[in-house]
């Protein structure tokens, strides 16, 4: 929905949206998906992605930086995406919030919360801060 949408399709989600508290398996944890996400390896890796591409586009010559605002003025496409990922970077402290809570790492980590609104750059330093998912969310046998 949002890769159609974008941000206009998710603030109604944004807004309405209740979070249950999740619960994964021990395996769940283990595996690909949830593996990879948590994994402080991704995190670094996005950081230094970010930090290049934001290197890239201060180094970018003023000639492109022109450019880049005769399309941005020109086409609704390149508009619209900029205001998008603006949109979503505005919104990314809601996201980072709830996992916060959900990590009971509000009250040492609340500082990260301004941070967030850096775009990219915020939440990608929170997700390598970030600490494990708590045992209280992992369910193994003895929890069932």
Not at 30 to 42: A, D, G, V
Not at 55 to 61: P, Q, T, W
Not at 122 to 129: A, C
Request: glycine share 6%; aromatic share 16%; hydrophobic share 45%.
């Amino acid at each position: 929905m949002s890769f159609f949408g974008g941000a206009y399709a998710l603030i109604p989600y944004f807004v309405l949206w209740r979070p249950p508290p999740p619960v994964a398996d021990k395996e769940e944890t283990e595996r690909w998906p949830l593996k990879i996400l948590e994994s402080k390896i991704t995190a670094v890796t996005l950081i230094l992605g970010g930090v290049v591409l934001t290197i890239n586009a201060g180094l970018a010559g003023e000639g492109a930086w022109k450019e880049f605002f005769q399309y941005f003025r020109e086409s609704k496409f390149i508009h619209a995406t900029c205001i998008d990922f603006l949109t979503l970077s505005t919104l990314s402290p809601f996201w980072v919030y709830n996992d916060m809570t959900i990590r009971n790492w509000f009250n040492k980590g609340y500082w990260l919360l301004p941070l967030t609104l850096v775009p990219y750059l915020g939440p990608t330093i929170y997700l390598s801060l970030r600490p494990p998912l708590p045992s209280a969310m992992v369910m193994d046998e003895k929890n069932i």
